[in-house]
């Protein structure tokens, strides 16, 4: 049917959106606003910490501004026992991250893959230590380190007499295994089996299958696990203080002498921790495509 009706444009008001309540604009920039402000309140500590590195006290603690220096970055290690905690401290926490990264990544693979008697149970095990109060578990492990270890065999060899090195290292490893099983089956889960079986089916064998197709996809939780268990294992110290004997790590080291002294070298190598960390984290991001690179 045609009609000989003009075409007539649109009202220009009625193409004005109606203005949105007062409250409904708030609504829009609040969750981000707060986002900003919890934030920045999380980072206070670390950026006191960073100014502070640069800091030249008056006396022996580093607590009150007083000028700008860069000898704490000059001489970082400068402080009696402070390069062995440090060294201590870094040894702990890259073997502790390998040996539970591969153990927890084995176990979040079992978990998720495969069907077994138990797993419900296993499941829930490994939520213990992470709720577990550290208190309680230094505690625990003690008794459990001074109970099982051995008299010396004749001839005065020790047979198993775990030194403060060991009982830390093993300490370590068993509370990350529980942070790498959660990230690492949080990965796994998501994954699409499909891949796996096209890869079969154009003659890959299993173990190909794995570092071929799995791994690759897998590996950003697996790093994502490796870099959450060496934070927490360098900056651990209720468990370690309980189980270190006459080891000192880095916190041991900086509880011991702050009841003397807190000198800037402190801030400094805990900068340069926080420093290291964040460029690891920001590398592996770049290499899985997490952060969008500038054109």
């Known amino acids: 049917m045609v009609t000989d009706a003009p075409f007539l444009p649109p009202d220009p ?5 109606p203005r949105q309540p007062l409250w409904q604009r708030i609504d829009r920039y609040l969750l981000p606003l707060f986002t900003l402000f919890a934030i920045g309140y999380l980072l206070i500590p670390i950026a006191v910490m960073i100014v502070f590195s640069f800091n030249k006290p008056e006396g022996k603690f580093n607590y009150a501004w007083n ?11 400068d402080w009696p026992g402070l390069p062995e905690a440090v060294v201590t401290s870094l040894v702990i926490a890259v073997l502790a991250t390998i040996f539970a990264t591969i153990l927890g990544t084995l176990i979040a693979l079992a978990l998720t893959r495969y069907r077994f008697r138990g797993r419900g149970t296993l499941n829930g095990l490994i939520f213990l230590p992470m709720a577990t109060p550290e208190i309680v578990m230094g505690a625990s492990l003690l008794t459990l380190f001074v109970a099982t270890a051995l008299p010396p065999l004749a001839g005065g060899v020790p047979l198993l007499y775990p030194t403060g090195f060991q009982t830390i290292l093993i300490a370590h490893i068993m509370f990350n295994i529980s942070f790498v099983v959660v990230t690492v089956k949080a990965r796994v889960q998501g994954f699409d089996r499909r891949l796996e079986e096209a890869a079969m089916d154009l003659g890959a064998d299993e173990l190909t299958t794995f570092w071929k197709v799995t791994f690759p996809l897998i590996l950003p939780g697996i790093v994502a696990a490796a870099l959450l268990a060496f934070s927490l294992s360098i900056d651990d110290f209720v468990i370690t203080n309980f189980v ?26 805990g900068s340069m921790v926080f420093l290291g960390a964040v460029g690891l984290v920001l590398i592996s991001s770049l290499r899985s495509g997490g952060i969008p690179r500038l054109r």
């Open 244 to 269: 270190s004997g006459t080891t000192n790590t880095f916190p041991i080291w900086v509880y011991s002498i702050q009841r003397n002294a807190l000198p800037v070298q402190i801030n400094v190598v």
């Open 13 to 17: 008001a009625d193409l004005v959106r």
């Open 67 to 77: 000028e700008f220096s860069l000898e704490g970055w000059l001489h970082p290690f």
